[in-house]
């Protein structure tokens, strides 16, 4: 099971990017996933998940109405759009699988990927 994100980049306050999650051994659709982000010398935080079951999307408060995770099964991709980035949103941010049900607690997940660095500056 891999996992590898991609997509971060820096962006001005504002701006948009799209994190994608790429899995390799595994079909994504058949496992909750999540997104998190770990910002410096903060705890990594969750921010999203997606069931395998429907699909259904839940967001942490911080991000709500601004970022929308999806998943594409015919190229085994998740995708974390995020829009009205702000510099508080500066992170690496992570892929994660492997939990019982779809939740954003990190403890709750065996599989991570390598993240990949937003960072939100003017």
């Known amino acids: 099971v891999q996992l590898q994100a991609s997509g971060g980049g820096l962006v001005q306050p504002g701006g948009s990017l799209r994190l994608s999650c790429a899995a390799s051994g595994f079909s994504l659709d058949n496992y909750d996933i999540g997104w998190f982000r770990q910002a410096p010398g903060k705890e990594r935080e969750g921010i999203s998940c997606i069931s395998k079951a429907d699909s259904t999307t839940d967001y942490a408060d911080s991000v709500n109405g601004r970022f929308t995770m999806a998943r594409d099964n015919a190229k085994n991709m998740v995708y974390l759009e995020m829009i009205n980035l702000q510099p508080d949103d500066t992170a690496v941010y992570y892929c994660?699988?492997?939990?019982?049900?779809?939740?954003?607690?990190?403890?709750?997940?065996?599989?991570w990927g390598q993240g990949t660095l937003v960072t939100v500056s003017s």
């Open positions: 994660a699988t492997g939990p019982t049900i779809a939740t954003m607690v990190p403890e709750e997940y065996d599989y």
